[in-house]
């Protein structure tokens, strides 16, 4: 499984949900894509350590560093679950 290839998509798909439904629904409240806007924030508090920048240019930075944080994520549990399934395999099983 790649993981780290399904989250970034997953993330970069919910946003453009959140975009989408934010100029679609604009004045009609709060909509069902609003935590996929928290699912950066990590990575949107390194953005705002860059002080001075445009509207435009940190919510772009702020796009390619959730994408890089959810890709991150994917690779890391992709080696986890690599490592766990070749212990998995060396172990002697119980089987009497």
Known sequence: ????YILPGLFLLGICLWVTANVLG???GAHAFDFFA????????????????PDWLSNTLALVAGTIQWFL?????D?????RRAESRTQPSDER
């Open 1 to 4: 499984m790649k993981l780290r």
């Open 26 to 28: 604009a004045g009609h």
């Open 38 to 53: 928290a699912c950066a924030y990590p990575a949107v508090f390194l953005v705002d350590l860059l002080p001075g920048l």
């Open 73 to 77: 994520i994917g690779y890391l549990v």
């Open 79 to 83: 080696k986890w679950w690599q490592r």
